[in-house]
């Protein structure tokens, strides 16, 4: 397929094409994997994890460097210490997730029927410590993104599997975050779309442009530029301001469909976080 017949294909799939049917999240999925790899034909599902470490050798080497002592570690530890820490009223965090949150991260975010909304892990961290009357965290940074550190660390290896259930709420959030992914937006008019789909893997400004399939594995990382552990909507806010978009409020509704839509593009791709990016 040509790059212009897949742009046309891949607008259907969107369900942006006037009077084309919306294809649902299972047969997007496919249309996108599709997508990457035809552009991407030797890439590994590890490959995907790598982002644009894939693209220039020195900064794998870099890269690899950083990973024989990898500077989140320590934000394991010291997730791995506060899940297993009991609140005031003598519950834990155990308590809350099942498999005492082993093994699980890579199926967030969920559609939470009850709620009727899209808990990302972040939001689930904090929905345990308020059920227990503990204060909620900060979703971008700090103790809550050791936790997430930790919980990820427990769940490295398995294939990202989010999923959408039969439930017209949980469709209209999965429809609401891929619109968020393909609004242009600033004044540029830039969509996530431009920079992680059509441009992946070119350059922009020193950077080579990461494919979003696979992003979602990698966080939350450590980041040179921030010297600390940062959460995903860090990340998407940081893109937002960079690109000069008002960037979306983290730890609210758009954020968290954003973050549903973006992850379940790595469906399949071994989670590999948290992780260390430049
Ligand atoms: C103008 C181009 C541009 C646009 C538009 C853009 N980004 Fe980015 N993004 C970048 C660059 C440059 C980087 C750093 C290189 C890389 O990892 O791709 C990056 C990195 C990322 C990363 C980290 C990838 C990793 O492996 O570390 C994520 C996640 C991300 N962007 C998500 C988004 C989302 C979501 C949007 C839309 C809200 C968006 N980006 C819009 C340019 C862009």
């Known amino acids: ?37 035809q552009h991407f034909p030797d890439f590994t599902p590890e490959d995907y994890t790598r982002g644009m470490y894939n693209f220039s050798q020195d900064k794998r080497a870099q890269y690899e460097a950083i990973m024989e002592f990898p500077p989140y570690e320590m934000a394991v530890e010291e997730g791995q210490e506060l899940f297993a820490t009991p609140f005031a009223n003598g519950n834990s ?21 009850e709620r009727g909304k899209v808990m990302t892990l972040g939001m689930a961290i904090n929905d345990c410590r308020v059920q227990n009357g503990e204060e909620p965290l900060d979703v971008v940074k700090g103790p809550l993104v050791y936790i997430e550190a930790y919980m990820s660390e427990a769940a490295r290896g398995k294939a990202i599997d989010i999923t959408v259930p039969d439930d017209p709420r949980a469709l209209a959030a999965y ?11 600033g004044p540029r008019a830039f969509a996530c779309y431009h920079c992680h789909w059509e441009a992946a893997g ?23 530029k921030w010297g600390e552990m940062g959460s995903i909507q860090r990340r ?22 954003l973050e549903y839509f973006h992850r379940r593009l790595s469906n399949g791709i071994p989670l590999n976080a948290p992780n260390n990016r430049f």
Do not use: H, W
């Open 236 to 257: 998407f806010k940081g893109c937002m301001e960079e690109f000069g978009a008002k960037p979306l409020k983290p730890g609210g509704e758009d954020m968290a469909n």
């Open 175 to 185: 429809e609401e975050g891929k619109r968020i992914y393909f609004t242009r937006r």
């Open 1 to 37: 397929m040509t790059r212009e017949i897949l742009a046309v294909a891949l607008l259907a799939g969107f369900g942006l094409a006037t009077g084309s049917v919306a294809a649902g999240p299972a047969e997007d999925l496919k249309v996108y994997q599709a997508y990457f790899e």
């Open 93 to 113: 965090y155990s308590n809350c997730f099942e498999n005492a949150g082993i093994g699980i991260a890579q199926t967030y975010p969920r559609f939470d029927a």
């Open 202 to 224: 070119a350059r922009i400004r020193g950077n080579e442009l990461s494919p979003a399939r696979g992003q979602a594995a990698n966080f939350p990382a450590y980041r040179s």
